[in-house]
């Protein structure tokens, strides 16, 4: 196997499979040193980037590399009910130490975990596991007997209890208390044990679990809305206002006591609250227009309000104030869109962190020829569905690499970086060995490929010439557009 990090000749390989990937998702980026530099000191400094470029030169891959190089986030956000003023709940933040405690607190006040079978008879009758006449065990959700038939419930002690308890079975509708109080005598006293109904087991509860359980439910009630154990890269091209700042769900009953939904348990987070300790990447940033100037003020302040936003919803009148969102922004825009970036959050960016011009060339050496293959051997491998390339594939596809780099970037002995589209040259050469049942990808398969992968605009301009000659021949005559219908009409006739 051939490590790329330490250089190699094409000649030392036969396929793909002799190449090994790289595991640092930043080496994995071809042709963009300067970029991975500086995403690095991105990732150790927690400083903001601005990627500049055009699709495919790998502003992805680099945003989401910079969040594999974080620490693991440490904190858990929570919204908690605020009994004093429901529609203004509060927020409180754990480390991963307070939550290690809460488990293990919750841990022992879970109780023991027993077979039906282990339960005392009455206790066991009482839940609905065994049925009183018969002595068969089933589970509660069954309110009439497997084995015998007959409902599991005794008769009640009151008029026509019998005759209710058959209806109640036969609707399926279940009488069982959650659990059954009861106690026995340990060395000579009297202890109450708690029996309650966990699935298809029994769960036992001595009185120093229950008092910690009621110790625990005391505690104010709270929803998680960014978990200690989450994804550190977030993805908000595109979001709309909601998918960016957060919202309250609307609530029919308006958050009654009796009939609703708590405020606090509506709240949703936002991506820039998502992102606290991690990366919010944002591609084609300036298509979020006003949006801007919100991810403007999460950077200044490190937290964000979340309140409803619609204003005839229920939740418009719920605000949580000071939820934490301390992110790296990771923008990305091509180069004809820089003057639609809001001008503060651009300074705020080259305030603290770095703009980056992606290249869209490297120099054809046979070292930059090395990485080429690494990046054929990257795709491959993420593919899945297709072989792997013999050392004629490759070059086949490098030598597309310098094609390109000359008929779109004007650049002579040079390989092009616009590397999602040669990604899929790779994938449509792999599909037609696939379709041939051939082991490997070969030469031939890459020059159909290349074919086949061709951008329409090319195609068009092979066949007709250019393409407005492609649209005038394509376009019949009852399909012109209005002008020529004008043109070629006889005024006078509408006189």
């Not at 031939?444 to 649209?471: C, D, F, M, N, Q």
């Amino acid at each position: 196997m051939i490590d790329p990090r330490k250089g190699f000749d094409l000649r030392d390989i036969e396929t793909t499979a002799d190449i090994v990937i790289p595991t640092d998702p930043l080496e994995r980026v071809i042709g963009q040193d300067e970029a991975i530099y500086i995403a690095k000191i991105a990732a150790m400094q927690h400083r903001n980037l601005l990627l500049v470029g055009p699709p495919g030169t790998g502003k992805s891959m680099i945003a989401q590399a910079i969040s594999l190089h974080l620490p693991r986030p440490s904190e858990e956000i929570r919204v908690v009910h605020n009994p004093q003023n429901p529609e203004r709940p509060l927020v409180e933040v754990r480390n991963a130490e307070e939550l290690r405690k809460e488990e293990e607190e919750l841990k022992s006040a879970e109780g023991i975990l027993i077979d039906p079978q282990e339960a005392p008879i009455h206790v066991a009758e009482k839940l609905g596991y065994r049925c009183s006449k018969c002595g068969a065990y089933s589970s509660p959700e069954e309110t009439v007997c497997p084995r015998c038939g007959q409902p599991k419930t005794p008769p009640a002690n009151a008029p026509f209890g019998d005759i209710f308890g058959s209806i109640s079975a036969a609707f399926g509708i279940s009488s069982y208390p959650q659990r059954v109080t009861t106690t026995v005598i340990e060395n000579g006293e009297d202890k109450i044990i708690v029996y309650e109904r966990a699935g298809d087991k029994i769960r036992v509860l001595d009185e120093k679990m229950m008092e910690k359980r009621r110790e625990i439910e005391k505690k104010k009630p709270y929803k998680v809305i960014v978990p200690l154990k989450r994804n550190p890269f977030v993805l908000a091209t595109g979001a709309s206002e909601t998918e960016l700042l957060g919202d309250v769900r609307h609530d029919p009953y308006g958050g009654h006591p009796q009939l609703g939904t708590p405020p606090y348990k509506r709240v949703v987070p936002g991506a820039v609250h998502e992102a606290h300790q991690g990366v919010l990447f944002v591609d084609e940033i300036t298509h979020l227009g006003d949006l801007q100037r919100y991810i403007l003020t999460a950077l200044q302040e490190k937290k964000f309000p979340i309140s409803g936003r619609n204003s005839q919803s229920a939740g418009a009148s719920v605000r949580v104030d000071d939820v934490p969102c301390d992110f790296i922004l990771v923008a990305a825009c091509n180069i004809q869109d820089l003057p639609h970036i809001l001008s503060p959050l651009r300074s705020r960016i080259m305030g603290d962190g770095y703009e980056v011009l992606m290249k869209t060339t490297m120099p054809d050496t046979p070292k930059n020829r090395a990485k080429y293959a690494q990046f054929i051997a990257q795709e491959i491998a993420m593919d899945g569905r297709i072989p792997h390339a013999s050392r004629e594939a490759m070059l086949a596809i490098i030598e597309e690499g310098r094609r390109r780099a000359k008929v779109i970037d004007n650049e002579a002995n040079a390989l092009t970086l616009r590397l999602r589209d040669l990604g899929g040259l790779i994938r449509a050469a792999g599909d037609l060995a696939v379709m041939n049942g051939e082991k490997l990808i070969e030469k031939k398969h890459v020059e159909k490929a290349v074919e086949i992968a061709r951008p329409v605009e090319e195609k068009i301009e092979k066949k007709y010439g250019s393409l407005e000659s492609g649209l005038m021949s394509d376009v019949s005559k009852s399909q012109k557009p209005p002008y020529n219908y004008w043109n070629e009409s006889d005024a006078s006739g509408y006189q």
